[in-house]
């Protein structure tokens, strides 16, 4: 939600226009304002959006400023729980990663959001990140795979992602999920920071892939099979304001009912 720089409530605009087209069961944001000026970003969508939300907190806004800025899930299935941890960060610029479990008609969903470290010279942090990830996305069980969404500032060619996806061990430790755009499109660049969006910084390697929807193994009766991801939210509205400094990801994760029925 790229917290509250530029112009964020024709920014948000745009989000809720385009949330509202795609209609998605659940999403996940990071960089999410809650402030007097603008509100509490996660509450205003989810109204617009007429659904449950969570926000998680992380660290209170630039000096100067008042307010938080967080992570936050919406969905339009209620959500039963919800928990947070800290990762290895520094003090000065804190991360967490926020789980809700949600109830769908499938069965009880665990859902994992988070936003790791930016900076290009710091992978050792990303790296520490997601294996702490991981180590709370198995200790959340529920009847449906994880699902892991989030920023995750690195590309998949990085350490932290080849962990995520079972290509590499990091600190003795191994682990899999199946990232839902490489799963559709295993040839295609599918890239969130682009130099196409003019809030992109310049000091910032661009035209990468930062963005992931991953998912844990896919059960025997075809639950957690990725039909389709795309890259969204991609196109500015007709003002000519983009959403976000990054674009956005969509999967759609086929459930073993409405598979059946497609058969």
Request: with cysteine.
């Amino acid at each position: 939600m790229w917290n509250d720089r530029d112009d964020p409530a024709a920014r948000l605009r745009v989000v809720i226009a385009g949330l509202k087209a795609l209609a998605p069961d659940i999403v996940a944001l990071q960089e999410v304002v809650a402030n007097d000026k603008i509100g509490n970003v996660a509450e205003v969508l989810a109204r617009d959006l007429d659904a449950h939300f969570a926000y998680d907190p992380v660290h209170e806004m630039r000096p100067g400023d008042t307010g938080l800025i967080g992570n936050a899930v919406l969905s339009r299935f209620p959500i039963k729980l919800r928990d947070s941890v800290g990762l290895p960060s520094s003090p000065d610029d804190p991360r967490r990663a926020m789980y809700v479990l949600l109830d769908t008609p499938a069965g009880r969903l665990p859902l994992f959001n988070c936003h790791l470290s930016w900076e290009m010279w710091h992978p050792q942090r990303r790296e520490a990140q997601v294996v702490a990830l991981d180590e709370l996305v198995r200790s959340r069980t529920g009847d449906c795979p994880p699902i892991i969404c989030g920023d995750f500032n690195t590309p998949p060619d990085s350490a932290a992602v080849h962990f995520m996806t079972g290509k590499m061990s990091l600190a003795g430790r191994g682990t899999y999920y199946r990232d839902c755009w490489a799963r559709r499109h295993p040839h295609d660049d599918g890239i969130t920071w682009s130099d196409k969006n003019p809030h992109t910084v310049r000091w910032i390697e661009r035209n990468r892939r930062l963005d992931y929807i991953f998912v844990g193994q896919i059960r025997e009766d075809g639950w957690g099979a990725v039909l389709d991801a795309r890259v969204v939210l991609d196109m500015p509205g007709a003002d000519g304001v983009y959403a976000s400094d990054h674009f956005a990801v969509y999967a759609e994760i086929g459930v073993a009912e409405a598979m059946e029925k497609a058969v």
